[in-house]
């Protein structure tokens, strides 16, 4: 079974500008989610879609942060424009079920850099 | 907001050395959810506890969920060089998973 896949891997950029993520979870999981994990510190939700649909994006920062899961599958996470405290890895999840009592399968995330 | 705490936040221990994590809500909590991230990693689950004072193991490691569902532990006995990485603990009450913020574990050989 494929596992959840990201990308890119690593980005660099300048603040002010905007990047892109992009991820495709495992085949039939509904719930997928979106985690920033800082440096020293556990992930933190920051979106959560079942199948198309937002669950929760309380702690979306939504004045430069957004995403889409368009047709229920793949999904990107897209910041406009970044900050320098954006710098974290991005990680994406899937679980066949929504929370609470699922498992939470990540992708490799995708490091990113703000200068 | 919902919070699980863990500590240590890093623990070194000699190889062969047991090893000890902690997660500790002021809420009762619907489950707890082991992961463990590899350095350079991602998170990989472990394992899920439901049940009031459950304990379950998986080889060296074993897992326990208070009797108060307001606590957690991880215990690895005899560690290895391969159980090197940060043990996070987390917990789905309100329909999202909060993580807490991780012990690091270093093992030295």
């Known amino acids: 079974e494929a596992g959840v896949a990201q990308s890119p891997r690593y980005k660099i950029i300048e603040k002010r500008q905007s990047v892109a993520f992009w991820c495709n979870p495992i085949s039939g999981h509904a719930t997928l989610y979106w985690y920033q994990q800082i440096l020293g510190q556990g992930p933190k939700l920051l979106i959560q879609f079942q199948n198309n649909g937002v669950v929760d994006d309380s702690q979306l920062p939504k004045d430069r942060f957004s995403a889409e899961r368009l047709k229920g599958v793949d999904s990107t996470l897209k910041i406009q424009p970044a900050k320098l405290e954006d710098s974290a890895v991005y990680l994406c999840?899937?679980?066949?079920?929504?929370?609470?009592?699922?498992?939470?399968?990540f992708g490799p995330g995708t490091r990113l850099t703000v200068t | 907001g919902q919070q699980v705490m863990q500590i240590p936040q890093y623990q070194h221990v000699q190889e062969g050395e047991d090893f000890t994590t902690y997660c500790n809500s002021s809420t009762t909590l619907s489950n707890i959810q082991w992961y463990k991230q590899r350095p350079g990693g991602h998170p990989v689950f472990l394992i899920q506890?439901?049940?009031?004072?459950e304990v379950k193991k998986q080889k060296r490691l074993t897992f326990q969920f208070g009797e108060a569902k307001k606590n957690s532990s991880l215990h690895i006995t005899a560690t290895q060089t391969t159980d090197v990485g940060t043990y996070f603990c987390g917990s789905s009450n309100t329909g999202k998973l909060i993580f807490g913020q991780g012990t690091t574990l270093q093992v030295k050989p």
């Open positions: 506890l439901v049940k009031s004072g």
């Open positions: 999840a899937s679980s066949l079920v929504a929370p609470p009592g699922n498992e939470q399968y």
